[in-house]
């Protein structure tokens, strides 16, 4: 058993990264993430970890540095925020077309403009078509328990893909709650020894990284990456049980919150989730048959397994915390997705809330099931798509 | 040459052969093609080592001719080379004249 601490998800974060002992990690500061790298580089000051720390210009210089690190053989991990993952994009179809497992953190932030520091997950939604692996977290826990298994995801041999561990800025990255930690050895023993596929410093074995692939040759490229990206969600289920056995945690997917027997369901990512399940409670006291999904492993999206979490559902209302402007919110169009492949026809809403990091309230999820519950009744939704908490 | 399915390739389009890039022949990318004039070459081998792709011959020390299948006509050569008393010893000719 780890001990068990008050600390926010930035630092749970860094203790995680401590734990693991990276050899590289190359990153530039950027709220809310900063203080994930401020500490990790005073570990690296203090002499207790060995990680070689690159300190960059940009992030997009952060990335590359991470992508050289990763090909020429290291374990390489970064974090970052918002503008700074906004900055990396080109790099992260790189990292990912190059196969290289790095890991980040992503503390989710909104983009600009208007400027804002607070959490939202247009960032994380942005860099969806990347082909990195994303798993969103809860709060500091998770986050915490997340970064492990994405190093263990990212470099299953199988997978060699990189993938981010998502988190609410400020919410998560910045309140303090009480967690568990691992004892150090068992962490050492469950990420194990990386073994890189070709690195660049085997130099008895010289290879070439980023060669001109042309018409003849791309889509088999990517074919082969679309294949290993959809692995991933049986090696999240199987790093998951080992995780179990070594934490006490369990994790799937997704999370399913009274959802067996649920005739309206809502879908919530992240921090909100944990909001929202008390709203749920408080329905299902009063006899509303109420259930809530939270999606954890986004990319790849585990359509059949989320169309049958929510076979029961009538009504599903998706809550997005991003909006696709001019289209449905990213988290709708995975679950419409999944129900319309499924063969389901359920009636579905999508609501915009939270952006820039304003507060979802209890008063936000009650008022959206209220609206599901007439639905239910009506079978009719009025509005698909609509913003809520917002001023008229 | 049969090509392979994607199955077959190499994770990340890494090449883990060194030096492939001698099977592939990129003559034909060519717009000007160098031509050498023996009589004014002094060997400074200069060429031989601006060339981009590795497309100067040489055995012995001495410069022999160019390596057609490989050379793009880039005119680094032409451009570096010193000649002999204001003679350049390569010349770029536009190609099919």
């Not at chain 1, 930035?10 to 401590?18: C, F, G, L, S, Y």
Request: net charge negative; charged share 25%; with cysteine.
């Amino acid at each position: 058993m780890g001990k068990k601490l008050a600390i926010t998800g930035n630092q749970a974060v860094a203790e995680a990264m401590k734990q693991i002992n990276p050899d590289v990690c190359a990153a530039y500061p950027i709220t809310p993430s900063t203080e994930i790298m401020q500490r990790f580089a005073s570990f690296v000051s203090d002499g207790v970890v060995d990680t070689e720390l690159v300190t960059v210009e940009s992030e997009h210089s952060a990335m590359s540095a991470c992508i050289g690190a990763s090909a020429a053989g290291g374990r390489v991990m970064t974090a970052t925020s918002s503008q700074g993952l906004a900055l990396m994009w080109e790099m992260l179809h790189i990292a990912a077309g190059m196969r290289l497992p790095i890991a980040m953190a992503l503390v989710n932030r909104a983009l600009s403009a208007p400027i804002n520091i607070h959490g939202d997950h247009s960032d994380g939604m942005g860099s969806r078509d990347c082909s990195w692996i994303q798993i969103y977290s809860e709060n500091a826990q998770e986050a915490y328990d997340n970064i492990f298994q994405a190093v263990r995801i990212a470099e299953h041999e199988e997978i060699r893909l990189p993938a981010m561990v998502c988190m609410d800025g400020f919410i998560i990255s910045h309140s303090i709650e009480s967690m568990e930690f691992l004892p150090d050895e068992v962490v050492r023993d469950f990420i194990g020894e990386f073994k890189p596929t070709n690195p660049l410093l085997d130099v008895d074995k010289p290879v070439t990284y980023g060669p001109l692939v042309l018409p003849d040759y791309y889509i088999e490229f990517k074919k082969a990456q679309h294949e290993a990206i959809k692995r991933a969600k049986k090696v999240t289920l199987d790093v998951a049980k080992e995780f179990e056995k070594v934490s006490g945690r369990s994790y799937g997917l997704f999370e399913s919150y009274r959802l067996d027997d649920a005739e309206i369901a809502i879908v919530v990512l992240n921090s909100a989730a944990g909001t929202a399940k008390d709203v749920v409670d408080a329905f299902r006291d009063k006899g509303i048959k109420v259930g809530l999904l939270k999606p954890r492993l986004f990319r790849p999206f585990p359509y059949e397994e989320v169309a049958d979490a929510l076979g029961s559902a009538r009504v599903i209302g998706v809550f997005d915390r991003a909006d696709s402007f001019g289209g449905f919110g990213p988290m709708y169009m995975e679950i419409a997705s999944a129900m319309i492949a499924s063969g389901s026809s359920p009636v579905m809403i999508n609501r915009i809330y939270g952006l820039g990091g304003r507060d979802f309230m209890p008063e936000d999820a009650e008022a959206v099931i209220k609206e599901l519950v007439e639905i239910a009744d009506t079978g009719k939704a009025t509005t698909l798509k609509e913003y809520i908490g917002v001023r008229e | 040459m049969k090509l392979k399915g994607w199955k077959e390739l190499e994770m990340g389009a890494v090449i883990p052969e060194a030096g492939n890039a001698a099977q592939y022949n990129t003559g034909s990318w060519r717009a000007f093609r160098p031509q050498w004039k023996e009589e004014n070459c002094i060997q400074c081998l200069f060429c031989w080592i601006y060339c981009p792709d590795s497309s100067v011959t040489v055995s012995d020390g001495k410069r022999g001719d160019f390596d057609y299948e490989h050379c793009k006509g880039c005119g680094v050569c032409a451009h570096e080379c010193p000649g002999k008393k204001g003679n350049k010893a390569i010349v770029m000719v536009e190609e099919g004249n």
